[in-house]
């Protein structure tokens, strides 16, 4: 039945639908494709009842009946009532039988007729076979196999209390239900009628209020008609059988059990006193009566009894042995005589006679009269002894009316026996086998029923076998009760009961691996078998969820992401590997381990170093780093610039022993020191060590006369100051005085020229202002004095001339110096902040480079971790 079990209080008023029907209808339809009803049915099956329960203020399952009516309405409700012999859904408006006598079963009306007319037909060549008259046609219940007559074969379709015929189907009232009070008979035949509206399963108990006593009759009580016998729980003290004890059970339904009162008492001779109980206090003793009877000739041969033996058994008239002859007055003691005659009585076999004479005794058991005997096939005729039953060796090679085995009987008379195998073909249930000798036709459906419950077994419904699999577990309200098996026991959230297993623990397994990560799978620890009345066989579906480790099993693997590098250790070249395979890997880079010399690095692909401190297999895998054969190339401590002469070796070089030529300040002469010693004197030192101790040969920049200080570093100090003392001449160098050099220069500021630009020869010239005495002399054309050299001039000139070579090589270095150390400072400087722009640069480069690789490797892990994460989110 694939609807909501519904009725009505009344034929005329129909209640509201309520949001818990629909809540339940919703729940059921998703079960099954074919539920689509349930959304027309709600649950309205409380008003069945509802005319029971106005004469009833007891619960509704305080009855046994109730309950199996509730079962059928909760089964109805889920959609899970089939038909026990095509195992199809019964549908609300499909014509139904339901089964009267003993389990109420429910069946295609078609399903029913069918099985009842195969039934009959089955009986009827059975009967047939072995020539019965007049048998009674039988068809049985396929579930409670009660016998029903051929004549209650059912023929249309009725309503559950069979007063309406074809009942049409309504979403307010209960399927294959007129809605109308059941009005049967109750059982016991209290008198009183059914007060439910139309219903499947048996009726209830009269739920009307009578006045009864108990079974002692002691108390007198007000109970409901179908329970109106009851017990006062009172000692019954009733008088016992024996009419002495009286009965010291509790009140009780019945008779009084027998008197258990124990006591000494004669048997009915009177001969022997033993003790028994009261009610069996009659009893015959093993000893002879032996009394003489009247004829004084003959003692009574009876056992033990009450009262007169009576007269002599062989007084009166009496006969031979085969009764062909009479004797009268012959005394009792006397043996009646043999008549000689035939003794003629019929024999065991009935047809023959005793051909003895009279004689004492029984007759002869066997007959030997030689007959002539057919077998029971017919087909062998021989004489032999009447005694005697004559079978041949022929075997019957007809089938039996199972239709599947031949009789194999030897001498059959051709009324085979019904077959004897076990049917043992597999029912439709697909569980069971069947287990009623071999028959013809189908066989009959399996009549187990199976409880479809949730653990604790409050909640259930019962469904034929071979159908629960296709069924919705129930819904129960309470808490599962099973403990989890799991470590997360205490931290497990409950559940409520369930239909089959426990739920596997939705907690992370969170179980520690010998790396040191943890699981972060769900829970796969054991969980708690389920019960196995409880269980049904399990639907197959397609899961797209990652496969997860089946409950009970040990971790995985750990499947933990780790960025692992490579045997060289090199930056950027790690990879990503799952935890539990890791194996160690070669990148393309060079090694780029420092040589044993300290200075390079090897060029070797990347590879495994040995190590000789450790001696375990992994450290002593590996591969040696190249040799330098470099020269060496350190700057030496202190700086030199010589280079060392060994090659590339570790630690720091040897000292410095080359010579190397310092010039003094001035430039006057050279200084030899050696290498080492002059790199490790401090600055003041080595200014102090190239100094020649002598007056400094240097120009002054403002004049053209030498510092007058010893030989000293750095510009000459206060060149503006020279008091050296120059020759100033007027123009036409008439008059001449001695100025000191610094007046000279300050001479030459106030005219608005520099006195460096002026010549050795020209300096002083023409800054004393000409007299009249200069004046006679100037009359000489300017253009000729100025190409006509003085005499003076010319004799100065011709000194020049007569320098020594010395003079002038010391003159041309000292120029040369000058300008050389400017450039030098020039040039040191360009270096140097091009070599700090270089510094900078590859600093700043492999700060952001580094910077940028560990924002990559952070960006990637997180990546995959959210991925991870998306991963284990849909489990």
């Known amino acids: 039945m694939h609807s909501t079990a519904t009725a009505t209080a009344t034929a005329t008023a129909r209640p509201p639908l309520s949001s818990s029907s629909d809540s339940d209808s919703d729940s059921d339809s998703d079960s099954s494709p074919t539920h689509h009803h349930n959304h027309r049915h709600p649950d309205l099956s409380s008003s069945i009842f509802q005319s029971y329960l106005a004469h009833n203020s007891n619960h509704l399952n305080s009855d046994h009946d109730l309950i199996k009516i509730q079962s059928f309405l909760t089964s109805s409700r889920s959609g899970v009532l089939s038909c026990l012999i095509c195992l199809e859904r019964i549908k609300p408006s499909d014509p139904t039988w339901s089964c009267t006598s003993r389990c109420f079963a429910l069946f295609h009306l078609l399903c029913i007729q069918s099985w009842a007319h195969q039934s009959t037909s089955l009986a009827a060549s059975r009967a047939t076979s072995r020539a019965a008259v007049n048998p009674t046609l039988l068809w049985p219940c396929p579930k409670c196999r009660t016998d029903y007559p051929q004549s209650q074969t059912p023929k249309n379709y009725y309503c559950f209390c069979g007063k309406v015929q074809d009942p049409p189907p309504d979403p307010w009232i209960l399927p294959h239900s007129c809605g109308e009070i059941c009005g049967r008979a109750l059982k016991h035949e209290c008198g009183h009628l059914c007060l439910l509206l139309c219903h499947p399963g048996p009726c209830p108990a009269c739920p009307k209020l009578v006045r009864s006593r108990c079974f002692c009759e002691k108390l007198e009580d007000v109970r409901r008609c179908g329970f109106k016998n009851f017990s006062c729980n009172g000692v019954c003290k009733k008088l016992l059988d024996c009419d002495v004890h009286r009965c010291n059970e509790i009140c009780h339904d019945g008779s009084c059990p027998p008197c258990k009162e124990k006591g000494n008492y004669k048997c009915r001779c009177g001969k022997v006193e033993r003790e028994k109980e009261c009610f069996e206090r009659d009893f015959r003793c093993e000893t002879a009566c032996n009394k003489m009877l009247s004829c004084g000739k003959h003692v009574c041969e009876k056992g033990c009894h009450e009262g ?26 006397v043996a009646v005589p043999l008549c000689g005659a035939t003794c003629d009585k019929i024999l065991s076999c009935r047809f023959h006679k005793c051909p003895e004479r009279c004689h004492r005794g029984s007759c002869i058991e066997t007959c030997r009269t030689v007959v002539t005997k057919s077998c029971r096939c017919g087909s062998l005729k021989k004489q032999i002894p009447c005694y005697q039953e004559l079978t041949c060796e022929r075997k019957c090679q007809k089938v039996r009316d199972c239709g599947r085995h031949a009789c194999k009987r030897k001498c059959c008379d051709g009324d085979c026996p019904p077959c004897s195998e076990i049917c043992d073909r597999r029912l439709r249930c697909r569980n069971h086998k069947c287990p009623a000798p071999c028959h013809r036709g189908a066989c009959a459906p399996c009549p187990l029923m199976v409880t479809i419950s949730c653990s604790c077994g409050s909640t259930h419904f019962e469904v034929p076998c071979g159908t629960e699999a296709e069924q919705k577990p129930p819904k129960c309200p309470k808490q599962c009760r099973i403990a989890p098996l799991c470590k997360h026991q205490s931290n497990c959230k409950p559940h409520r009961c369930h239909y089959g297993a426990c739920p596997p623990c939705r907690l992370i397994c969170d179980a520690e691996y010998s790396c040191g990560h943890n699981c972060k799978l769900r829970c796969h620890g054991p969980k708690p078998p389920p019960i196995p009345e409880f269980t049904l066989k399990p639907k197959k579906k397609k899961s797209s969820h990652p496969t997860e480790p089946t409950p009970g099993s040990p971790c995985p693997p750990c499947p933990e992401l780790l960025v692992r590098s490579c045997v060289g250790h090199h930056i950027g070249a790690e990879k990503t590997m799952v935890c539990s395979n890791i194996a160690e890997f070669s990148c393309d880079n060079l090694c780029g381990n420092p040589l044993p010399c300290g200075n390079h690095y090897c060029t070797y692909v990347c590879h495994a170093l040995k190590s000789r401190s450790s001696k375990s297999a992994a450290h002593r895998v590996g591969e040696a780093c190249e040799e330098c054969t470099l020269p060496c190339q350190k700057e030496r401590d ?53 100094s020649c101790k002598g007056p400094c040969h240097r120009k002054l920049p403002n004049c053209t006369h030498l510092c007058p200080e010893t030989c000293h570093p750095g510009p000459c100090a206060s060149p503006e100051k020279c008091s050296k003392k120059v020759n100033v001449r007027c123009k036409c160098q008439t008059l001449k005085k001695e100025w000191l050099c610094k007046d000279v220069q300050i001479a030459y500021q106030s005219v608005g020229s520099d006195s460096k630009d002026v010549t050795k020869n020209q300096y002083g010239l023409g800054l004393l202002p000409c007299d009249s005495n200069c004046k006679s002399k100037m009359k000489v054309p300017d253009a000729e004095l100025h190409f006509r050299p003085s005499k003076a001039q010319e004799e100065k000139e011709l000194d020049k001339a007569n320098v020594t070579k010395r003079r002038k090589r010391r003159q041309r270095v000292h120029e040369n110096e000058s300008i050389s150390r400017f450039q030098k400072i020039v040039t040191a400087i360009k270096r140097g902040l091009l070599l700090l722009i270089i510094v900078v640069i590859i600093v700043g480069s492999a700060y952001f480079g580094y910077k940028g690789l560990l924002w990559l490797s952070d960006w990637m892990n997180e990546y995959e971790t959210r991925q991870r994460r998306s991963r284990y989110s849909r489990i």
């Open 308 to 333: 007169e033996c009576g007269g002599c058994p062989y007084q009166g008239k009496r006969t031979c042995p085969c009764g062909k002859r009479v004797y009268e007055g012959m005394a009792c003691d």
């Open 638 to 690: 202190p700086a030199c610039p010589h280079p060392c002469p060994l090659r590339c070796h570790p630690g720091d070089c040897p000292p410095c022993k080359a010579l190397i030529k310092r010039s003094c300040h001035c430039g006057s002469m050279v200084h030899v020191f050696e290498c080492l010693y002059f790199n490790r004197m401090s600055e003041k030192e080595r200014l102090a060590a190239r």
